[in-house]
């Protein structure tokens, strides 16, 4: 069987985040590496805490450098032929969940699977930004060639790499993860606060698809040839 290694980022989930890893370092996974983006809050005294029980590789940045650059620094320390993501604000995250994310690509059935969670604010079957999830699972030798553009992207990660499988041609399947829960902006700050971000990350996720133009035509171009 492939060897597979699990990536959570984290920025300031003092809330989730033990019971994120603890329940991820309990299961299958041969490989858990936690990249803590330069959080400011508790969250590097529970990781701290949580290395005196569960093995993990903890990388710890001083100060935030986007999620991009945290996913693409645990790409480049991974082990694993298989890279599964999992969000550090998750609740109620269980082994069925992380079944779903790994399964068909150890089966080879798919080069990509987005995972959906359920318990969301907009009703997953119809959630216009399910493809933007942080749940997810690659071979690492397909995402290895955009590594260095994905350390540029922030908050813009999951376009660069939708963009890129599309360009590519990679078959890519959605999968719902059932009672799984991932809270909206709206959960975590306030009104004012979330609706700052979003537009920020939404200026970040235009930009990104700006500078991946050329993905884009190469994705619309492989269509027409279908």
Known sequence: MKKITAIICVYNEEKTIKSVVSTVCDYFFDEVIVVNDGSIDKTDDILNELKNIYEFKYIKFE????KGFAMATGIENASGEI???????LSDLK???LF???MPLIHKKVDMILGQATETLIDYSVNP???FTGERSVFKKDILPIVDKMRHSRFGVETLINLYYQSEGKKVKYVMLSGLKHPTKFDKVSKQQAFKEFVKEGQQI???AFKNFDLITSSII???KI
Do not use: P, Q, R
């Not at 890279?83 to 604000?89: E, K, P, S, T």
């Open 222 to 224: 492989k269509k027409l």
């Open 129 to 131: 930004f399910k493809s």
């Open 95 to 97: 082994e069925d969940h």
């Open 63 to 66: 100060k935030n450098k986007g």
């Open 206 to 208: 235009a930009l990104t």
């Open 83 to 89: 890279i599964v993501f999992v969000d550090a604000d």
């Open 100 to 102: 779903e994310l790994a």
